[in-house]
């Protein structure tokens, strides 16, 4: 059974930082490509960030750069996403995803809230 489950979000003062994970099962970690996505109340879901699962290459949207560092661990089957200087505008549910050809899971979603 593939499972993807996000821990590590919750309620965080602008300029704090969190980490979020997500621990994978149930399919060959190593073999996909891995990316956090979120989704503000009435917006549409976005892509944050992605690691490549050969050479582990990383992208990051704009609005994150310089902020944001996914990482991933192979031999434990998670994949991370440091959060530094969270502003209010980063609130959203965030999800894990794994993808490989045509085949992709998404996990459950950890909410991520940035407020004073």
């Known amino acids: 059974q593939?499972?993807?489950v996000e821990s590590g979000g919750g309620l965080v003062q602008p300029g704090g930082s969190l980490r979020l994970s997500c621990a994978a099962s149930g399919f060959t970690f190593s073999s996909?490509?891995?990316r956090?996505?979120?989704q503000a109340?009435?917006?549409e879901r976005e892509l944050v960030a992605h690691i490549a699962s050969t050479d582990a290459g990383t992208n990051y949207a704009d609005?994150?750069?310089g902020r944001f560092t996914i990482s991933r661990?192979?031999?434990k089957n998670t994949v991370y996403l440091q959060m530094n200087n969270l502003k209010p505008d980063d609130t959203a549910v965030y999800y894990c995803h794994a993808r490989r050809g045509y085949v992709?899971?998404?996990g459950q979603g950890t909410q991520v809230t940035v407020s004073s």
């Open 41 to 43: 109340p009435g917006k």
């Open 104 to 106: 992709s899971y998404w």
């Open 36 to 38: 956090w996505y979120r």
């Open 73 to 75: 661990d192979n031999a």
């Open 2 to 4: 593939v499972q993807l």
């Open 32 to 34: 996909y490509a891995m």
């Open 63 to 65: 609005s994150v750069k």
